[in-house]
């Protein structure tokens, strides 16, 4: 997706590279990311600084640094070899007879363990570097789902920033047409009810502004609270929100698809379930437990060494149902992959089309429905000052360009929010090329 955003100063940004090499970034150094966080130079803020600062300081993804330690732990404990055990026995004493006290007794000091068979200790650390793999594919999907819901803020706060600037437009249209109906009612063209009318017509149109400032001032925190802020620190959103960037054919974006970390984490998994069927399959073969010690008889004074080894008849039979399981849990990742592409299937072909169907919408009403009304507001204004049209007619003329440019905003909204999803599905920009892996950012900032 390509987003570039004009504000009042025609502030150009544009995130088809930018946001392509953050996401390079985070796939090929895995996602460990340092950035400084987004200070709020001038009280504005861009989409670039948000992504920017939600990567570093966003909690979720702090998890995942113990889950990394955790693992560590544990690959230290599926290295160690099986325990050496000291054994002190003692029999024939204190008994009757020849046996009372000690003096018949014999003590065994022994050293024994466990040979393990079938390469177990190589088994239990697959299990640990598998597990691994899908921690760090799980941090790749949770962080492509954080740049998504970041620039999905971005632009619900940028509609309800443009949202502002039309209210303050119906304010002043508002405020204009109560001077106009004030002026002819003076001059006797026209009633008073029409003065009450259009005052009451101001005053919802007042109160509309304070409601849309409101609700920019909600989706702010909103914003901001996926970096960590109670209280934004920047002022206004710089972009422009009716810019869509390049359509691609559905095809090409679903091949991309399969390659989304949410796919590519079935790999992992499925590599994490074949380590644990090689631990289930290495149960099969028996354990050899031996000891080795010498025996002290007192009644004799003599010594004597002692050795012996036992080990599980049956073993391969008896864990026939854990290596089933195993098996069986493996398959289910090869189900559940399937069930995962057709259900992204679905969520792409849907946002493709949404934004397909926004973008049209957005580019008729800016190329021929707005600057219709617009025309149609002025000649109806003129023909009402004239006394050739009602009341009703003016205020019906303006509210329709106002409603058109209201349906624009959430048109562009629209395009701009599938286009994101479309981005997070995809694990790529929306551009008409694939991009390659540079050093350097190749967009621009103007």
């Not at 230290?76 to 055990?85: I, R």
């Not at 999907?141 to 920033?161: F, H, I, K, N, P």
Request: charge should be neutral.
């Amino acid at each position: 997706m390509v987003i570039r955003f004009f504000m009042p100063t025609r502030f150009v940004w544009r995130t088809q590279h930018s946001f392509k090499k953050l996401v390079l970034l985070c796939f090929f150094f895995g996602w460990q990311i340092s950035f400084a966080h987004a200070e709020a130079t001038n009280k504005s803020l861009t989409l670039n600084a948000a992504l920017k600062s939600a990567i570093e300081l966003n909690p979720s993804l702090k998890a995942f640094e113990f889950r990394n330690s955790a693992l560590s732990g544990q690959m230290q404990m599926a290295a160690l070899k099986p325990a050496y055990e000291l054994g002190i026995d003692a029999e024939n004493f204190s008994g009757a007879d020849e046996l009372s006290g000690f003096d018949g007794a014999e003590l065994t000091v022994s050293l024994s363990s466990v040979l393990e068979m079938g390469d177990k200790r190589a088994a239990r650390r697959g299990i640990v570097s598998s597990s691994r793999s899908v921690i760090d594919a799980q941090r790749q999907v949770e962080s492509l789902e954080l740049l998504g819901e970041v620039t999905r803020r971005y632009v619900d706060a940028l509609a309800a920033q443009e949202q502002v600037t039309l209210a303050i437009e119906a304010n002043r249209l508002a405020n204009e047409a109560l001077k106009i109906v004030r002026r002819r009612a003076k001059a006797g063209a026209a009633p008073e009810a029409e003065v009450k009318r259009a005052l009451a017509a101001a005053s919802q149109a007042g109160l509309t502004l304070q409601s849309t400032q409101q609700q920019l001032a909600y989706l702010k925190v909103s914003l901001a609270a996926l970096w960590g802020e109670k209280t934004p620190t920047f002022v206004t959103l710089e972009g422009d929100l009716y810019h869509f960037g390049t359509d691609i054919e559905f095809d090409s974006l679903f091949a991309k698809m399969e390659k989304n970390p949410a796919i590519l984490i079935f790999a992992a998994e499925e590599r994490l379930k074949d380590a644990e069927l090689r631990v289930a399959a290495t149960q099969s073969k028996a354990d050899v437990s031996w000891s080795l010690g010498v025996r002290r008889f007192q009644a004799n004074d003599d010594s004597a060494l002692v050795a012996g080894f036992s080990m599980p008849l049956f073993s391969g039979r008896r864990n026939t149902g854990a290596v089933s399981a195993a098996r069986a849990q493996r398959n289910e990742i090869y189900v559940q992959k399937e069930v995962a592409l057709l259900s992204m299937h679905t969520q792409l072909f849907r946002a493709f089309h949404n934004r397909k169907q926004a973008i049209l919408a957005a580019e008729t009403l800016q190329s021929t429905i707005i600057p219709a009304l617009r025309d149609a507001l002025k000649e109806t204004q003129t023909a009402y000052e004239r006394g050739r049209y009602g009341y009703l007619d003016y205020v019906s003329a303006r509210q329709e360009l106002l409603n058109a440019q209201r349906t624009l905003i959430e048109a562009a909204a629209s395009a701009l929010t599938y286009g994101a999803e479309i981005e997070q599905l995809t694990a790529e920009p929306l551009s008409s090329t694939p991009y390659s892996i540079s050093s350097d950012f190749s967009g621009t900032v103007q």
